[in-house]
């Protein structure tokens, strides 16, 4: 595949989990299933295991956030260690990218966990759990969440 091509991909996906996230929320999802359909490489078991991923794990927001994780989800998915060669070592190449992608992340968007999202796109963190809460916080972020996640998605098809 030719640079233009991925970079098209890349694009593409990107668009695709923007919409996602728009739509339907749960970013790791969003992420993985433009992924899966723009690439391959993911099953839909993966897409519904991410599923607790959102807002940084459980929506307590003290986790990864949910982007990111879908994100370090579809790498693995590439290039992470298979059940059968536990004893072949640490697979450091996955590590590597995974660790690019976590860096990049950070550069962007200020911070990696989704409480610290939340501080950076709108001033302050909620408790998702209120939904009185919630709905103040999907208020005040706005697109940065599906920024966010588009955003990620089109650097993991581009680390592909």
């Not at 749960?26 to 993985?32: A, E, H």
């Not at 660790?99 to 911070?111: A, D, I, K, V, Y």
Request: with cysteine.
């Amino acid at each position: 595949m030719s640079d233009e091509q991925k970079q098209a991909l890349a694009e593409q996906a990107c668009e695709k989990a923007t919409k996602y996230e728009l739509d339907y929320g749960c970013c790791p999802q969003c992420v993985l299933a433009a992924v899966q359909e723009t690439v391959g490489i993911i099953d839909d078991q993966t897409i519904k295991a991410s599923h607790g991923l959102s807002g940084g794990g459980g929506l307590v927001g003290e986790g990864v956030c949910g982007a990111l994780s879908g994100g370090l989800l579809a790498l693995s998915a590439k290039y992470g260690r298979d059940r059968d060669k536990f004893e072949n070592g640490r697979y450091m190449n996955n590590f590597k990218k995974a660790r690019e992608l976590t860096e990049r992340f950070r550069g962007e968007f200020g911070g990696v966990t989704c409480k610290e999202l939340q501080q950076q796109f709108t001033g302050r963190t909620y408790d998702m759990w209120n939904a009185a809460e919630y709905k103040a916080f999907d208020a005040a972020r706005g697109k940065q969440c599906a920024r966010a996640t588009g955003t990620v998605t089109q650097w993991v098809v581009e680390l592909l």
